[in-house]
């Protein structure tokens, strides 16, 4: 096997993927604006992203915060600093964790989900029965899911949020010795309208990333079940790891702007 | 290559399309008359599927140019591929049906989604073309999960005449059932169509289904047309190809590929 033709070949292969990758997510968007909107699918859709990824979200976030709390004790009380504790879970939370974790775990659930969907739906032609009944599969099957992960994803991290900050003040009352209202009053204290604003800008882009992911694999999938399958799997892994690269830029980005 | 304009209801001309380095439509030329039944017979994986996606623009051929009714319809996009589509009506080959909606919201689809009936009137033409497939109102209101492959088929049936298209598709509309469901399908199909005007492309290679419901039979080989003519020449054809795709014999100048 000659190495030059591997390499090109693996390079084209990715430069077609990238290409493919573009062109659907320009379908995707450029729809957004033009009618129809399919509102009652987008309702359906909230109901699935959102409201159903609530318990996971939320649960997540309680042991992520409370964790996190113990860990900076550990930490912050070899410079007698537990004093920060609440400030450091707060920034933790709002800014990286809530968004970071609300958006793997619905990653998980969502992309997943609408990934074994649309494939299914593609190997049994429903999307081609779409077509053919003159109605646009994006418009009707993309253009919902990208706006109900893009409005959901924002409400389930300032609920993370809430929820992992709590949880840090679980463990530190609990565990740790803090005063309840010590603890909140510094929390109430220390919050500022950019930590949470900045989780949020994140929360938005996860949610495009995770529909946007679950979408694209579910309508190139071939093959039957087992096209399905690693459609379902590769949509899981790129929207995680997409989303975990694009929260590192952001992050790069809003401490350049010092926001 | 300035050609004269085509007249035909559907046309297709030197189309072709691969998939990587397999060649599936190799400059096919296909002519559909208004108002007839037209099936293409060939073997499996020999690119029957592929030329009807081509025409739907479902897959984009990659030279050649399609016609329907005069008009090239090979690259448009937006809204006049839209209302070119409308004039279509497909019957898949798994029915195709949308799982999570109820039966008679599968037959009304087209006409809500795609061509903005109220719901209410939508309603009624579906148990109306349910009824048409032999298919009472208690069947609407289940999900098509429930439903055997036989009556799937008939609903995917009375979807396709939903919105009595022009020209509808039927892609193996026998393949899968026992031979007295075919022969219903068949039948459904005749009774449908005939007399309606509409214009028809099968591909199958169900002869017995063939022989029924065409007026005009094409044989696909090697992603070329290579034999074309009525129905009843089909047995005096004089064509070796033909001869050994309606007798069912191995032995002949098609040689099986074993796909690879």
């Known amino acids: 096997m000659n190495i030059f033709a591997s390499v090109g070949r693996a390079t084209l292969g990715f430069l077609r993927e990238i290409g493919r990758l573009s062109i659907f997510t320009f379908d995707a968007v450029s729809s957004f604006i033009r009618p129809p909107i399919y509102w009652s699918l987008v309702f359906k859709q909230l109901m699935r992203i959102g409201y159903f990824s609530l318990p996971v979200v939320g649960l997540t976030a309680f042991f992520t915060g409370g964790v996190l709390a113990l860990q900076i004790y550990i930490g912050a009380s070899r410079y007698g600093a537990e004093q920060f504790v609440p400030t450091v879970v707060l920034v933790g939370i709002t800014r990286e964790l809530g968004p970071v974790i609300a958006g793997l775990m619905v990653a998980g659930r969502v992309a997943a989900a609408i990934a074994a969907e649309l494939g299914t739906m593609r190997v049994t032609e429903q999307i081609d029965a779409l077509t053919t009944l003159a109605t646009r599969p994006i418009k009707y099957l993309v253009v919902p899911r990208l706006m109900a992960a893009i409005i959901s994803m924002p409400i389930l991290v300032a609920i993370a949020d809430s929820i992992g900050v709590f949880g840090g003040y679980v463990a530190s009352t609990q565990s740790l010795g803090f005063t309840g209202t010590i603890y909140l009053n510094t929390t109430i204290n220390a919050l500022t309208g950019e930590d949470v604003i900045s989780g949020l800008i994140k929360a938005v882009v996860f949610g495009f990333i995770i529909a946007l992911m679950g979408s694209y694999h579910g309508f190139h999938s071939k093959g039957g079940a087992q096209g399905v399958g690693s459609a379902t799997t590769s949509a899981v892994v790129s929207a995680s790891i997409i989303i975990l690269a694009a929260n590192y830029i952001l992050t790069n980005i809003f401490n350049y702007f010092n926001f | ?260």
């Not at chain 2, 195709?96 to 909606?101: G, I, K, P, T, V």
């Not at chain 2, 903005?116 to 208690?138: H, I, N, T």
């Open chain 2, 1 to 260: 290559m300035a050609r004269a304009a085509s007249t035909a209801k559907v046309e297709l001309r030197g189309v072709k399309k691969r998939f990587g380095p397999k060649v599936v439509l190799d400059g096919l030329d296909l002519t559909i008359e208004k108002g007839q039944s037209l099936v293409v017979i060939g073997g499996s994986g020999t690119g029957k599927s592929v030329m009807i996606k081509c025409v739907l623009g479902i897959l984009r051929p990659d030279a050649g140019e399609i016609y329907v009714d005069g008009k090239e319809v090979t690259h448009i996009r937006g809204r006049s591929r839209d209302a070119m589509l409308r004039k279509f009506g497909m019957l898949f080959q798994g029915a195709a049906l949308f799982d999570s909606l109820l039966v008679w919201e599968n037959v009304a689809f087209g006409l809500i989604q795609g061509r903005g009936m109220r719901r209410a009137k939508a309603k009624d033409v579906a148990f109306e073309k349910l009824a048409k497939v032999g298919l009472g109102a208690e069947v609407g209101q289940l999900s098509p999960a429930e439903l055997s492959g036989g009556m799937q088929k008939r609903v995917g049936l009375a979807r396709a005449i939903a919105a009595d298209p022009e020209i509808i598709f039927f892609d193996e509309p026998t393949t899968g059932l026992d031979p007295i469901m075919a022969d219903v399908i068949n039948n459904l199909i005749v009774d449908t169509v005939r007399g309606t005007g509409t214009t028809t492309l099968s591909i199958t290679h169900d002869l017995v289904s063939a022989r029924k419901i065409a007026d005009r039979i094409a044989m696909l080989y090697k992603g070329k047309i290579i034999w074309d003519g009525p129905t009843a020449e089909i047995d005096s054809s004089g064509n070796p190809f033909v001869d050994q795709f309606i007798h069912g014999r191995a032995e002949g100048p098609i040689k099986m590929e074993v796909r690879g």
